[in-house]
């Protein structure tokens, strides 16, 4: 593999398309990776803070509330870029269930990644405390609720532990294709001029 010019050198990637992602797909696949992981691990820290005293608590979920919605607002925006763009083919070596896997896989990233900031926002709006979105208090949309709050809290932490299981799949195909040099991984650190708008 020729790394500068992203020319793939195996039987396998000869098949690979020249499609790609751009500049902004990869910018916002790589900032919500670092993003999402912490976030990740930031909810499972603060979940062992004591609740006494309450102020070191309440901070951190109030900084774990800000940080979710300034991804949510990357995610939309991740999203509108799908939408309004070509998928990049999958090399025409990989079987069909392989290409299978892969489209399901992103789906349900992509679900996980848009159900998390939602149910995380929806749960919070719904006990008695204000959501602080860094520190400025934002209007309550609704009554507290206890039971529909503890309903999304279960959909939140449950979209959270699947989203941590296909992201492990999904690292562990990424290496795969690393291995196999097909030029699937490295598509996603090169920017490419392809990944066309379907409706141009
Ligand atoms: C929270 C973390 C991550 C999320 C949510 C995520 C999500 C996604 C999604 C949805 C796609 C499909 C691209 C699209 O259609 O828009 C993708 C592609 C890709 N991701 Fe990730 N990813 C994450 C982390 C990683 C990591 C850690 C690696 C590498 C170690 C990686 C490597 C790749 C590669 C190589 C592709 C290109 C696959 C292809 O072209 O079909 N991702 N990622
Ligand atoms: C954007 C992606 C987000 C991710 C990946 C994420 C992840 C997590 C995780 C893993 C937990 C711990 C779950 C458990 O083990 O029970 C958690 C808890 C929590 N998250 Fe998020 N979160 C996100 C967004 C948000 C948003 C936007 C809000 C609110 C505006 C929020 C509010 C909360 C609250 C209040 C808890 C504690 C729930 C409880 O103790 O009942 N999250 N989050």
Not at 19 to 39: C, E, K, P, T
Not at 125 to 147: E, H, V
Not at 154 to 169: D, I, K, N, P, R
Request: proline fraction near 6%; charged fraction near 10%.
């Amino acid at each position: 593999m020729n790394h500068l010019t992203e020319q793939p050198d195996n039987a396998a990637a000869a098949n690979t398309t020249g499609l790609g992602y751009n500049r902004v797909a990869i910018a916002l696949h790589w900032l919500l990776a670092i993003g999402l992981i912490y976030q990740l691990a930031l909810g499972l820290w603060m979940e062992g803070i004591p609740k006494t005293p309450t102020g070191l608590r309440a901070e951190w979920f109030n900084w774990h509330k800000s940080v979710g919605l300034v991804l949510g607002l990357l995610i939309v925006l991740r999203g509108l870029w799908r939408l309004t763009h070509a998928r990049p083919q999958l090399p025409q070596a990989m079987s069909r269930w392989q290409q299978r896997v892969a489209g399901t896989s992103h789906a349900l990233l992509y679900a996980c990644m848009l159900g998390m900031p939602l149910s995380g926002f929806l749960g919070s709006s719904l006990t008695p405390y204000p959501i602080k979105f860094f520190g400025t208090q934002l209007p309550r949309l609704w009554q507290a609720n206890s039971d529909l709050k503890a309903l999304l809290g279960c959909v939140h932490a449950g979209a959270s532990y699947v989203f941590m299981t296909v992201l492990a799949l999904h690292v562990a195909a990424a290496f795969w294709h690393a291995l196999r040099r097909d030029g699937v991984f490295l598509r996603m650190w090169h920017a490419s001029q392809a990944a066309p708008n379907p409706k141009a």
